[in-house]
């Protein structure tokens, strides 16, 4: 019990909460034509947090973190990521994409390239990175996730839990301030799941900004400085995890925990 | 040991020998019952095939090669020499079909115009062509070579467009719609997809408009109607205006196929490109068009092939091409009667090309196989 304490207090004092937050949502609404998906959203994430966000299907967290990186258009408040305001400027869009990496559901590698081009496109194109650089840096990431030797092969001839893993390299090799994961495991079997969670896991280590929709409870309670509840395109409930594990207020809370944590 | 003895004779986990497979289970013998003779209909359709083929091979064999004439200098000549084709006929045209009225001092520009097409067609076709980016910076730079080459001007004798015929007019006309409906077609067809209403629009029209109309009915408007519009006086090749039309109507066409191939990518893939921060054109070159126009190979050679047979069609505003010329070469009266040589040597002609590319669309679906699913 101690040695848990230590480490989260560690963890805690890497967090400066006194700085600008890295991403600023400020009354943040959404609507798909009449439904309106995200209301009111209020979230200030500062540099080196993890969050953990979980909630009922279709309660808008995908939206939000899509809303970060403007996959998604919200249509009224305020969203800062980085010092850049998400306004229709495609110039300011395409310079958070850069520093915002995402990892999807179902991977979204690019079936037609090889493993090594799939992590050495972003660089080379949009970093302007020499081709030989970008191409030890990704062996670099390959090598942290543990597949450098899959490189090239292309990304159908892969497991599910190996492709995400180069997903996330892939998202790595841009050198991103700020990692998006939309349900990660979501779409694995569960011994890939394990392979997938433990690559997270030691990205939290090096002191990344995550914000993660998923519903492995045991990655949140391990890595997570907050996990933040969603339901009705709400933020229902945000507390540190020990406490929102253990404590929650809210009904809608302790109802979707009761039913997930068996 | 007998073979009671082998079966029940137990191995070790992964000890167990590989045995040869039974006969009549793998094989060609295997092939032949599981193919020609599975089943009672089966093997009545296969002894109807060869009973058909046995009816119309040989005597063909022999009609075009055992019994033909080669060489004679009229048609009657040919009847005393042989009772079967008389390629004498095509033999004495064959320049004819080729360069038409192209003057024949300058045939050899003709020539050297369809080898440097052939070597820039290498690099193009095949990614593992030694030099291949050299190969198609020349690539590019061809068809300026050949317009210079065909036409003529600085230091070559011009030659008029209304001398070309024939299997190069072919040649002309398919070359060139091919190289420019692709690029305009994938162009139309992003357009077709874009965000902003008025180049959605437009593209919408174009290729409405010109899916619409009969080929035949924009060649007209291209011999014909196209002088009103444009300004009196105003000289615009004939030949240049059937290349344009042909090219943007099989462009309309390519526009339909290659937004087949661009809605099949899932919506991931342009996810993933955006939330890299690649811009449009990138994340179109590097990550969408490459999945879009290797789904959409065969359409895409299905529509160069329909082109390419299309070219016969400006026989209808009288430019004599390959068609045009073997129709009237038969009224030619030394050689009354010859349809059948004519015609299947232009079918011979079409088929070889349109086989060439059909057969390469193929190679290039096997190539670009990057395992299974995306």
């Not at chain 2, 004819?96 to 070597?119: C, D, Q, S, T």
């Not at chain 2, 902003?196 to 080929?215: A, Q, W």
């Not at chain 2, 090219?247 to 099949?264: H, I, K, N, P």
């Amino acid at each position: 019990m101690a040695a848990v304490e230590t480490s989260e207090s560690a963890v805690k004092s890497s967090i400066d909460t006194a700085s600008e937050p890295i991403i600023r949502m400020t009354g943040v609404h959404k609507w798909y034509g009449q439904f309106h998906v995200l209301k009111n959203i209020n979230l200030n994430v500062q540099p080196r947090e993890r969050i953990v966000i979980c909630g009922p299907s279709g309660s808008g967290k995908s939206t939000m973190i899509r809303c970060i990186n403007r996959l998604e258009e919200h249509q009224q408040g305020e969203i800062v990521v980085d010092g850049v305001e998400m306004t229709g400027n495609l110039k300011n869009i395409e310079a958070v994409r850069s520093e915002v990496g995402m990892v999807f559901q179902h991977f979204n590698l690019f079936p037609h390239m090889s493993i090594l081009d799939n992590c050495t496109y972003g660089p080379i194109w949009v970093r302007h990175m020499p081709k030989k650089e970008a191409e030890d840096r990704a062996m670099h990431y390959l090598e942290r996730v543990r597949i450098p030797e899959q490189a090239n092969k292309f990304p159908g001839q892969l497991s599910g839990g190996q492709q995400q893993r180069v997903a996330i390299a892939r998202s790595l090799c841009m050198d991103p301030k700020i990692m998006l994961f939309d349900e990660p495991t979501s779409a694995l079997d569960p011994e890939m799941i394990k392979e997938v969670l433990e690559t997270m896991v030691e990205l939290a280590e090096t002191g990344m900004t995550m914000l993660c929709v998923t519903h492995e409870m045991g990655f949140a309670r391990t890595v997570a400085d907050r996990v933040i509840f969603m339901d009705f395109g709400q933020i229902i409930e945000e507390n540190e995890p020990n406490e929102f594990f253990s404590n929650a207020q809210n009904e809608r809370t302790q109802l979707f925990l009761s039913q997930i944590l068996h | 040991m007998t073979t009671q003895d082998q079966a029940v004779q137990s191995y070790a986990p992964g000890e167990h020998p590989d045995l040869p497979a039974p006969m009549l289970t793998s094989g060609p013998l295997f092939w032949i019952k599981e193919n020609l003779f599975s089943s009672w209909l089966n093997v009545v359709l296969t002894v109807l095939t060869m009973l058909l083929l046995w009816a119309v091979i040989p005597p063909l064999l022999s009609w075009a090669f055992v019994d033909s004439v080669f060489t004679a200098a009229d048609r009657n000549e040919c009847r005393e020499l042989g009772s079967g084709a008389c390629w004498a006929f095509i033999s004495e045209r064959f320049t004819f079909f080729i360069y038409a009225f192209y003057p024949a001092g300058e045939r050899w520009r003709v020539n050297l115009a369809f080898i440097l097409m052939i070597l820039a067609l290498v690099p193009l076709l095949y990614d593992k062509t030694p030099y291949r980016k050299y190969g198609l910076i020349y690539a590019c730079f061809f068809p300026v070579l050949a317009y210079w080459l065909l036409l003529g001007g600085f230091g070559l004798k011009e030659v008029e467009t209304h001398t070309f015929g024939g299997v190069m007019l072919n040649l002309v006309i398919g070359v060139t719609g091919i190289a420019c409906s692709l690029p305009i077609g994938i162009l139309l067809a992003l357009g077709r997809q874009s965000n902003m209403p008025v180049v959605r629009m437009l593209c919408v029209v174009f290729i409405e408009f010109f899916r619409g109309v009969p080929l035949i009915t924009i060649l007209f408007v291209a011999s014909t109607m196209l002088s009103y519009f444009l300004p009196p006086g105003s000289e615009f090749d004939l030949l240049l205006r059937v290349l344009i039309m042909v090219t943007l109507f099989s462009a309309a066409y390519m526009a339909e196929v290659v937004r087949g191939g661009l809605q099949a990518i899932p919506k991931g893939q342009y996810e993933a490109s955006d939330s890299m921060g690649l811009k449009y054109w990138q994340s179109m070159r590097l990550i969408v068009l490459p999945q879009a126009l290797k789904i959409s190979i065969p359409g895409i050679v299905n529509t160069f092939i329909g082109l390419f047979k299309d070219t016969t069609l400006v026989l209808i505003i009288g430019l004599l091409d390959l068609l045009g010329l073997g129709r009237s070469a038969l009224a030619d009266s030394k050689w009354n009667g010859l349809s059948t040589e004519i015609y299947m040597s232009v079918a011979i002609f079409f088929f070889i090309c349109c086989f060439g590319m059909s057969r390469y669309s193929l190679y290039l679906e096997r190539k670009l196989e990057t395992g299974h699913a995306r």
